[in-house]
T-cell receptor, first 109, second 118 residues
Framework: EDQVTQSPEALRLQEGESSSLNCSYTVSGLRGLFWYRQDPGKGPEFLFTLYSAGEEKEKERLKATLTKKESFLHITAPKPEDSATYLC??????????FGTGTSLTVIP | GAGVSQTPSNKVTEKGKYVELRCDPISGHTALYWYRQSLGQGPEFLIYFQGTGAADDSGLPNDRFFAVRPEGSVSTLKIQRTERGDSAMYLC????????????????FGPGTRLTVL
């Protein structure tokens, strides 16, 4: 069964305290793994796409990595404006998208 | 417009009523997806259109839910005989064709329609 699991469910960080969010997946055929940011009451905002194990992408304080079983979203020296829910999703060869339940990140000034 | 738009942004209805939710995708995007998101959960897939046809409607929970995309652009999600359990955020996303350059696979989401069934 295709499944996406994110951990932790919630994370509180002090401003400047780096950490990582995890997304583990089991799918029949991975066509892409996606990270999104979602602010309360809004639609998800696209961050990264990763296609193959070993791939890495960076954007400002965020860096996403991918292995054959999981992806990490590393947050370096976070700021309060990085507070949001971070969602991971996988796309299968059948063009289906499966989302995890997200990690709610709070960065305290 | 530049992004995906959804109307209305909020919809309050009474149990048993019929509702329509509209999605206007990014111009040129042939793939369109509908999702439902409950509080504290990730988006749950409902239906996927490639052009005018529903390529995958396996996520529709029951026959009260129906979606159309008659001209391959705007889509409408229709819910009959609404129930309190239908209350959620309904999200629409669009993406470019999946063939060729795989860098066009990402979905771009609209702001959602918050549906409340009283």
């Amino acid at each position: 069964e295709d499944q996406v699991t994110q951990s932790p469910e919630a994370l509180r960080l002090q401003e400047g305290e780096s950490s990582s969010l995890n997304c583990s997946y089991t799918v029949s055929g991975l066509r892409g793994l996606f990270w999104y940011r979602q602010d309360p009451g809004k639609g998800p905002e696209f961050l990264f796409t990763l296609y193959s194990a070993g791939e890495e992408k960076e954007k400002e304080r965020l860096k996403a990595t991918l292995t054959k079983k999981e992806s990490f979203l590393h947050i370096t020296a976070p700021k309060p404006e990085d507070s949001a829910t971070y969602l991971c999703a996988v796309r299968t060869f059948g063009n289906q998208f499966y989302f995890g339940t997200g990690t709610s990140l709070t960065v305290i000034p | 417009g530049a992004g995906v738009s959804q109307t209305p942004s909020n919809k309050v209805t009474e149990k048993g009523k019929y509702v329509e939710l509209r999605c206007d995708p990014i111009s040129g995007h042939t793939a369109l997806y509908w999702y439902r998101q409950s509080l504290g959960q990730g988006p749950e897939f409902l239906i996927y259109f490639q052009g005018t046809g529903a390529a995958d409607d396996s996520g529709l929970p029951n026959d009260r839910f129906f979606a159309v995309r008659p001209e391959g652009s705007v889509s409408t999600l229709k819910i009959q005989r609404t129930e309190r359990g239908d209350s959620a955020m309904y999200l629409c996303a669009s993406s470019s064709p999946s063939g060729g350059d795989s860098s066009y696979n990402e979905q771009f989401f609209g702001p959602g329609t918050r549906l409340t069934v009283l």
